[in-house]
């Protein structure tokens, strides 16, 4: 069982565009949601996070949303531009399971110029 | 943040051998994590190595095949014994300061077994 689910694949969107990438998750535990970047040959880097006392955290162009009750979250990339393409992956951790990361599959977005 | 390095940054080797990753801190941690990323696809958490402990593994991966030590604070190395060619991954160690919640990456170690 997938305990964090990213419905999409793959998600293609224009420059300028805002990327809307979703996730969900099962373990009511989670308390912790990072989102990562990875680009081709590297390793993941933080790209932002939020806990789940939040509904919603915005560090510039990028926001997440999050629904506790529905066990959804979303990263919203405003004015998306080509090197925002990438691999995004949506995370969850819980202090009480050891901080420990589970990462969904992961969404290759591809912003076109 | 914490920057972490990962040596060696790729390695090639025969079926059977054992090889050694090391991680490097440029500061102490509490946790250490190591996963594999198989090409393509997500990050699987295969171990856990805290500050004076054990490490501690996930399902599907043992002590055996992946022995892991964490000799200090800013330090730790995955072997992969009996090296088979479907271990050939992507091997990354990540780290957590205490109190925090977020893990930081290092750059990966391209593992390639023929």
């Known amino acids: 069982q997938q305990q964090v689910r990213q419905s999409s694949q793959s998600l293609t969107v224009w420059e300028g565009e805002t990327a809307i990438l979703n996730c969900s998750y099962e373990?009511?535990?989670?308390?912790?949601f990072p989102w990562y970047q990875q680009f081709p040959g590297e390793g993941p880097a933080l790209l932002i996070a939020?806990?789940?006392?939040?509904d919603k955290k915005e560090d510039g162009r990028f926001t997440i949303f999050f629904n506790k009750r529905e066990k959804n979250l979303s990263l919203h990339i405003k004015d998306s531009q080509p090197g925002d393409s990438a691999t995004y992956f949506c995370?969850?951790?819980?202090?009480?399971?050891?901080?420990?990361?589970?990462f969904g599959s992961g969404t290759r977005l591809l912003v076109s110029p | 943040s914490v920057l972490l390095y990962q040596k060696p940054n790729r390695d090639i080797c025969q079926s059977g051998t054992s090889l050694k990753i090391q991680c490097v801190a440029d500061s102490q941690v509490v946790s250490m994590f190591w996963y594999q990323q198989f090409q393509e696809q997500s990050l699987m958490l295969m171990a856990t190595a805290n500050e004076g402990s054990e490490a501690t593994y996930e399902s599907g991966f043992t002590k055996d095949k992946f022995p892991i030590s964490r000799p200090n604070l800013t330090f730790s190395t995955l072997t992969v014994n009996n090296a088979r060619p479907g271990d050939s991954s992507i091997y990354f160690c990540?780290?957590?300061?205490?109190?925090?919640?977020?893990?930081?990456f290092g750059p990966g170690t391209r593992l390639l077994v023929l």
């Open positions: 939020i806990r789940s006392v939040s």
């Open positions: 990540s780290s957590r300061r205490g109190g925090q919640d977020t893990q930081y």
């Open positions: 373990n009511s535990a989670f308390d912790y």
């Open positions: 995370a969850a951790s819980a202090r009480a399971g050891g901080y420990k990361v589970v």
